[in-house]
């Protein structure tokens, strides 16, 4: 007998999902447990040089309503929402340059992330930085504005826990609800590309690295 499994837990709340694990999620969709672990402390700190050119920002929606998660972009186009739509822009619209680059460890990340998943040769070439603090929520809604539908989406949860709710094709059909944790990694392409997701509203804690937060990188192709 080992304690292998116990030794890979951050703390007692962490019980589910060692690292290492994968988990199935849907057909197309797998949860890789601490994935990101050891590099988090690099991404945080890529992170902060992101957040430094391209402020954090309340994006509006086509409906006029502010969205609770704050968001910033980095990569060669960035998602933006305003009254006019979403969309992808290879512009900040509040400053009129282009985003940050995506740092070398997002990329590093990613593709090995998606590779891990079966997505093999995984290039995204925009990524979208989520921040959640205590109340903030995100509706479920379909990854839909990328071009090319055949790449998957791979979304690394940093910071407090979060629970995940992953849908089906329809946005009736119900969620499965899922904890992730720091260091998860989330994967889902193929029969899965289009699921419905969203994040339930954030519970207050106090995370070492992260303190109040949680912060998502997500992913994508999108040009
Ligand atoms: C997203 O769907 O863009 C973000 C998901 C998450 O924050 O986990
Ligand atoms: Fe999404």
Redesign the pocket.
Known sequence: MTFDLFDNLDSPDDWRGATGATEPLADGAVVLRGFARAQAPQLLADIGHVAGQAPWRHMITPGGLRMSVAMTNCGQAGWVSDRTGYRYDRHDPLSGETWPAMPAAFLDLATRAAAEAGFAGFAPDAC?V?R?VPGTR?SL?Q?RDERDLRAPIV?V?LGLP?V?LFGGLRRADRPARTR?AHGDV?VWGGPARLAF???APLADGDHPLLGHERI?L?FRKAL
């Open positions: 979208l989520n959640y995100l809604h990854d979304s949860s979060a995940f992730l989330v997701h969203g994040v998502n997500t």
